[in-house]
């Protein structure tokens, strides 16, 4: 059974869990590269030709956005633990967790930014007709919504300059929200919190719509917060059944351990029909897109909910000799070796799989299947290490803070003061 004792240590299954949604989104930007991922365009468009057995793996290999719902639970649960350690108060109070935050987050974001502005200048400023071109042209309004975090709210910025820098603005702006969640926390507990996070989704949303209809510029489905604080709040909740010694979480962890791993996982394996079910068969007729929004919106929830189970089955198996056989590649040295510079290789990944497309494999006389393996196989190993290089250069000196530390207490600092 895990104790609160528990969260001084580093949970390395954490790191591997954000080492392979980082890992998840990188191969599907090098699938999106040759393959339009939606089921239709794989029916009747360029993907037609596939076998099933191909079709299928590039659906369950196109889902990133669903990766991004993880990294955003993972980042609720992991600045929950500190708070739980600290009796569930904020260390330092307020001031100073937005100072580490900012600390954290921008520097090497701004540097990823520069790096991802640079390369598109003399190498891969042109549209090839690849997912990449999502992020061109640019201009100078793209610059500065980018460098104020504000890109999400707008259809023209959202996805320029680098197409995953969206969620950072996302998430960054949770994290205003984090000290008035722990306060409601603290004083009228998990539920209570949940319900008026919902509420506060569900106001923001509305908020956007409004402003949408004079004008259509705003972005409804990526901008805000919503449903993102949902998902934030889920991973606090993950975190709080985890390690709170309150009656609940304490009962939870007793039930849970009473479930074998196997009933467990057939468990996991019918929500996971569900969520399936609710994304590909309730399909509606209603082309009103805030009716498609929503139902995407229910799914993220849903994946929400998965991933703060799955942590916190994680932390009742933490201890080496209850973890199952699937737990235990959680703790394994290569995916925590990733997971302690993923937001590096969140960050610049995507210029840099333009970079193999364009100038290595585009001028390959062989078949996009073909480069599309080729991309997933030996590009990936390089784009890792490159994103190592760039973490080694523009995120551990900020992750030290000025202090002399060894690169393992640096992997151990990732847990308690997390990136997206």
Not at 109 to 134: N, P, Q
Not at 273 to 279: F, N, R, S
Not at 292 to 301: H, T
Request: glycine share 4%; with cysteine; hydrophobic share 55%.
């Amino acid at each position: 059974m895990p104790k609160s004792s528990g969260t001084k240590n580093h949970l390395l299954f954490i790191d591997s869990v954000r080492a392979l949604a980082a890992v998840y989104v990188v191969l599907n930007h090098a699938v999106v590269q040759y393959y339009d991922s939606s089921v239709n365009s794989l029916l009747t468009g360029p993907g037609n030709h596939l076998s099933g057995i191909k079709k299928i793996s590039i659906v369950m290999l196109s889902q990133a956005h669903y990766a991004v719902d993880i990294f955003i639970v993972l980042s609720g649960f992991s600045l929950m633990l500190t708070v739980i350690k600290n009796d569930h108060f904020l260390k330092g109070g307020t001031w100073v967790f937005f100072k580490r935050r900012v600390i954290r987050i921008i520097p090497p974001y701004y540097c990823a930014m520069l790096l991802s502005l640079i390369l598109i200048w003399f190498f891969i400023g042109h549209k090839t007709g690849t997912h990449w071109d999502v992020a061109l042209p640019v201009t100078k309004a793209d610059i500065i919504t980018h460098l104020l975090l504000i890109q999400d709210f707008f259809l023209s910025s959202a996805s320029r300059i680098n197409h995953v820098f969206w969620s950072i603005a996302v998430e960054f702006r949770i994290y205003l929200f984090f000290p008035l969640l722990v306060f409601l926390w603290r004083r009228k507990g998990a539920a209570t919190t949940l319900i008026i996070v919902a509420l506060i989704s569900v106001v923001c949303s509305f908020i956007l719509l409004i402003i949408h209809r004079y004008s259509a510029e705003i972005n409804l489905s990526m901008a805000g917060v919503s449903p993102y604080i949902i998902l934030f709040a889920l991973g606090m909740l993950g975190a709080d059944m985890s390690f709170s010694h309150n009656k609940t979480p304490i009962a939870a962890r007793n039930f849970y351990a009473a479930i074998s791993p196997k009933k467990a996982a057939i468990a996991v394996i019918f929500y996971l029909l569900l969520i399936a079910i609710v994304k590909y068969v309730f399909k509606t007729n209603d082309p009103d897109a805030n009716v498609i929004l929503v139902k995407d919106e229910i799914i993220d929830v849903l994946i929400g909910i998965l991933g703060a189970f799955l942590l916190f089955a994680c932390s009742v198996h933490n201890e080496e000799n209850t973890r199952p056989l699937l737990f235990r590649i959680l703790y394994t040295r290569p995916l925590v070796f990733i997971g302690s510079f993923s937001y590096s290789l969140y960050l610049i990944h995507a210029p840099l799989v333009q970079l193999i497309t364009q100038y290595i494999l585009a001028p390959l006389q062989i078949d996009n299947h073909t480069k599309c393996v080729l991309l997933i196989v030996g590009g990936i190993p390089p784009i890792i290490g490159v994103s190592y290089l760039f973490f080694w250069l523009f995120e551990r000196p900020f992750l030290r803070l000025g202090k002399k530390v060894s690169i393992k207490k640096v992997e151990q600092m990732a847990i308690t003061n997390p990136a997206p």
